[in-house]
């Protein structure tokens, strides 16, 4: 291709999310560029997630589509920069300055970033587009700023009703990273007198529990959180007369 048929590419990135955790979308204007010797304003949109847990849980790893504009031509895209865990495109791993190769029919690929698993960091990708004649489009660059999990924390009240049943009140309980989108995904009792018996709700609040005989009872919670991580157990012994 000749310099005067410079062209300017544009790739945008966009995450796939799930759960709870929250995402931030940047739009920045680029200069004006060229494309086959027209002058031509065009945007790059950079699609950066603020955060997201890393080690402990599902959350693990992180998805993103990357997509040229240019359609009509033998491309590349090169991967400038990667660093501080594994990204593969496609299903295939990547490092810096590899490429992956595009065409009429593909000029779309997906992404995988695995990071440093349990770590508190950002990981900040660059890809480009190169042309077969080694030109290269503007840069797109994916920003991802990773928090390690922290566990939950349990804590509940038993109280006694008028009808001689209990109520389990764990709405104390609660997660160490909410700011980061965390939840209590489940509340897991296990009540121990003559035989121990275990049971598992997703509500705060487990209402009208009779306890089989009279005698002291050791009950004991353990809450999950919504990226699989568990909380120390917290135990009260309940004298049921």
């Known amino acids: ?75 590349t895209l090169y991967i400038v920069n990667v660093s501080g865990g594994m990204l593969k495109v496609d299903g295939a791993a990547v490092t810096s300055g590899s490429e992956v190769p595009l065409n009429r029919s593909k000029f779309s690929v997906t992404c995988v970033f695995e990071p440093e698993i349990g770590a508190t960091t950002t990981y900040r990708m660059i890809f480009r587009i190169k042309d077969l004649g080694g030109w290269t489009g503007s840069a797109t660059v994916v920003t991802l700023r990773a928090f390690k999990n922290i566990p939950p924390t349990a804590a509940f009240t038993a109280t006694k009703g008028e009808n001689g049943k209990y109520t389990f009140d764990a709405s104390a309980s609660y997660d160490g990273d909410k700011r980061f989108g965390g939840t209590i995904a489940t509340y ?46 917290v135990t009260k012994v309940i004298a049921v007369e």
């Not at 304003?41 to 849980?57: C, I, M, P, Q, W």
């Not at 609040?205 to 919670?221: C, M, Q």
Request: glycine share 8%; charged share 25%; aromatic share 14%.
């Open 1 to 75: 291709m000749r310099k005067a048929e410079k062209y300017s590419c544009i790739m945008s990135a966009v995450l796939l999310f799930c759960c709870a955790d929250t995402y931030t979308w940047n739009n920045r204007k680029e200069p004006r560029g060229y494309f086959n010797g027209i002058l031509n304003n065009y945007a790059l949109e950079d699609s950066v997630k603020t955060f997201f847990k890393s080690g402990g849980g599902a959350l693990s790893s992180r998805s993103f589509t990357l997509t040229s504009n240019v359609t009509d031509i033998p491309k």
């Open 188 to 233: 897991d009792y296990v009540i121990t007198g003559t035989k121990s018996k275990k049971f598992s709700t997703r509500q705060s609040r487990f209402e009208n529990y009779g306890f089989p005989r009279l005698g002291n009872y050791t009950v004991s919670l353990r809450v999950t959180d919504s990226d699989g991580d568990q909380s120390n157990a």
